[in-house]
């Protein structure tokens, strides 16, 4: 079967690199794809939301499944572009459809769908700029900090936090009157603010039953201790130590299965990924949100942890058969390092020349944001390469990956060195 994975982040090369080792694969293809993916398969120059290209693409390669990695096109229907067209409709899409999008979507919408299905959540309510007065006062009924977050896509920075009633009224105007985040601030969701650890959990469902995927942390921040600004992710851990299985069938029990029901009753055939972003409130599972796809840098800690063959899984998907599937996990610690260019994630350059790739040894290495030119591997966004080890303990697994991520050299290289810290204190 020849594929078409969608991206070209490390994410992707994850799956890539997972999905070439089917013994059902013939071709697979990557739009746009980076210098890592082109180890796996033959990158492809489309843009992710060029879905004409795209299509016209899938025809002429025989392409039999399109694995779609970010959001965006998601959120904008690659999905319902496929059904809508008579010659694509029968290739499947890894990936809900539009209105399923929405969980990640709308903050609004995925606020309002865990209220009707009982999925425990943050209490909230959501303001608009007719609504902007009323929006003030309900601030002013809140403890501090205070949860403002644009209800659209605003590239992973539509969360604010104050910690003083004036910046959150400062900051409520900001986005609903001066549109802050464009259209995406259209509507605001102010919520209560939930205090406790975070966690993720993933899902594959073909919208009749699920695979609860292994369970991954994130470290978002860009400075050692949580410091400094936000990022698209700087390392990730799985499994996450204080998730035990006390714990995990609360998440399946209270957040998954209705989740997945609650899909289903709303009639959203829903074909894919959810990330169901987690607070452990003194152990109480809690939503922050839900993501219509898998995390960056969270699969490439997730993905090496499944045993089983993930083409598999997604054929599975496709024909609605998932709960026959066969699904195994690595019972083995991995832990994700992520590699960025100097200045991210503010103002940064690109064509870094990357050395030292050939003599790593021990450990997987996934492209972020990577470009083949003249033969070298050059840097080619913000975060650069994620460097991913298994083993025995996060201990063993964390020494593994820094020790490979201190091999790789290109001007300008950082990288958190406290990543899996809080996890050992617990
Ligand atoms: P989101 O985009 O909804 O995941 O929010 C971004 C980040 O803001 C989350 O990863 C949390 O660290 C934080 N956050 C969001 N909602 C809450 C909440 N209700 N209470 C505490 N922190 C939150
Ligand atoms: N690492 C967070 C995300 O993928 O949204």
New binding site residues.
């Given amino acids: 079967m020849n594929i078409l994975i969608i991206g070209s982040g490390g994410?992707e090369h994850a799956f890539a690199w997972k999905l070439v080792q089917s013994p059902r694969l013939s071709k697979l293809f990557i739009a746009p794809g980076n210098a890592g993916t082109a180890s796996c398969g033959t990158n492809v120059n489309l843009s992710v939301t060029d879905f004409k290209g795209i299509g016209e693409f899938v025809l002429k390669n025989d392409i039999r499944m399109v694995v779609v990695g970010p959001?965006d096109p998601l959120v904008k229907g690659i999905h319902d572009y496929f059904l809508a067209d008579a010659k694509l409709k029968d290739v499947p899409v890894i990936g809900p459809q539009k209105e399923g999008a929405q969980l990640e979507g709308s903050k609004d919408f995925s606020k309002r769908f865990m209220l009707r299905h009982h999925i425990p959540t943050a209490a909230y309510e959501t303001f608009s700029r007719e609504t902007l007065d009323k929006g003030l006062d309900f601030l002013g009924t809140l403890k501090p900090p205070y949860v403002l977050k644009a209800d659209g896509l605003a590239a992973?920075k539509g969360v604010v936090i104050p910690h003083t009633l004036e910046e959150a009224k400062t900051e409520l105007r900001a986005m609903l009157s001066d549109a802050k985040f464009g259209d995406a601030s259209s509507k605001v969701v102010i919520e209560e603010f939930l205090h406790g650890i975070e966690l993720?959990v993933f899902v594959l469902t073909d919208g009749i039953s699920y695979k609860l995927l292994p369970s991954a942390k994130?470290y978002?921040r860009i400075g050692n201790g949580d410091t400094g600004p936000n990022t698209?992710?700087m390392g990730?851990v799985s499994p996450v130590s204080f998730a035990d299985a006390a714990f995990l069938k609360k998440v399946e029990d209270r957040i998954v299965k209705p989740t997945v029901e609650g899909l289903k009753k709303d009639k959203i055939n829903y074909k894919g990924f959810i990330?169901i972003?987690l607070m452990n409130c003194a152990g109480e599972p809690f939503v922050i949100e839900y993501?219509c796809?898998?995390?960056?840098?969270?699969?490439e800690a997730v993905l090496p942890r499944i045993e089983s063959d993930l083409l598999d899984l997604f054929e599975g998907v496709a024909t609605e058969t998932l709960a026959s599937r066969s699904y195994k996990t690595d019972p083995r610690t991995a832990t994700a390092i992520m590699l960025v260019a100097g200045g991210y994630p503010g103002t940064y350059e690109n064509g870094k020349s990357i050395e030292g790739l050939e003599n790593l040894k021990g450990s997987l290495i996934f492209h972020a944001g990577t470009e083949s030119k003249n033969g070298k591997v050059l840097s080619k966004g913000g975060r650069v390469i994620a460097v991913t080890s298994l083993a025995q303990t996060m201990r063993a697994s964390l020494d593994l990956s820094y020790e490979n991520a201190e091999k790789i050299k290109y001007e300008g290289k950082y990288f958190r060195t406290d990543i899996g810290k809080d996890l050992e204190a617990n």
């Fill in positions: 994410r959001e992973g993720s994130d978002k698209g992710g990730a990330f972003g993501n796809r898998m995390g960056d840098p969270e699969t």
